[in-house]
């Protein structure tokens, strides 16, 4: 099955559909669309981001901003800039998009593939983002495969089958890596609407698991597009800047 993986499209009409039209020109012909959650936060335009998905074939998982926004999580753990957005977003949200993210699962298990938003021994909120985390999430998975998000970087984690040993490796742009059978990955696709590894562009991967492969790609967008409507919304310039940072 070909996949397109995304994650953390924190309400960023842009750049969601940036990644929609770029997997479209590679001609990457996926089946479905694994989402590793925080559809919603951040950006201005969470309706539309979920109306989109949904005309998608695909799943979804929560994420810590989805569950913020339905009132699972106390705001008080969030950013300040974060808690402002999260209100916004409940005042934006029409009811029949708040019941998509009511409805949305912590863990999803497909083959020899788990997801989740976070981490496998957190699915909401720990953040995978060294090798020691790493190392100690792989206690907590059974399967050899482990697609995250939440920290808006694409990473990959092995754990090798001979060694045991864990290291990682940055996924850069259009890098294409082939599994090996007897190791064992934790894998993030880095954030469609919000990347914070300095390079700005949305983030996706395109994974085929008949062929084990998992590919990396980065799409343009209109910044300056989201930046206008997050302005416009009286959102906090913090993150409205980072945007064009990748930070
Ligand atoms: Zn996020």
New binding site residues.
């Given amino acids: 099955m070909r996949c397109l993986v995304i994650s953390?499209i924190?309400a960023n009409l842009a750049a969601f559909e940036a990644v929609l039209h770029d997997a479209k020109v590679r001609q990457l012909n996926y089946e479905i669309v694994w989402c590793l959650g925080?559809v919603v936060?951040y950006g201005p335009d969470p309706n539309e981001c979920i109306e989109l998905l949904c005309t998608l074939p695909h799943v979804c998982l929560a994420?810590?901003?989805d569950w913020a926004v339905i009132g699972k999580l106390d705001l008080h753990t969030f950013h300040e800039s974060a808690a402002t957005i999260v209100r916004w977003t409940q005042d934006t949200l029409a009811p029949h998009n708040m019941n998509y993210l009511r409805a949305r699962p912590e863990r999803l298990e497909h083959g020899d593939f788990s997801l989740v938003h976070a981490s496998p021994r957190e699915p909401i909120w720990e953040y995978v983002t060294d090798v020691n985390v790493a190392e100690e999430n792989f206690g907590f998975v059974e399967t050899s495969y482990c697609l995250v998000?939440?920290t808006?970087v694409p990473i990959l984690f092995v754990k090798d089958g001979r060694t045991q040993n864990v290291h990682a490796a940055f996924a850069s742009t259009h890098v294409q890596l082939t599994f090996k059978k007897d190791s064992r990955y934790i894998v993030n696709p880095g954030?469609v609407g919000?990347p914070r590894d300095g390079d700005p562009r949305a983030a996706y991967a395109l994974l085929d698991t008949a062929a084990g492969t998992w590919t990396q790609h980065r799409a343009e967008y209109a910044i300056h597009h989201t930046q206008q409507k997050m302005r416009a919304a009286g959102m906090p310039a913090r993150l409205i800047d980072r945007l064009e940072y990748g930070r």
């Fill in positions: 953390d924190h925080d936060g994420g810590n901003h998000g939440h808006h954030s919000q």
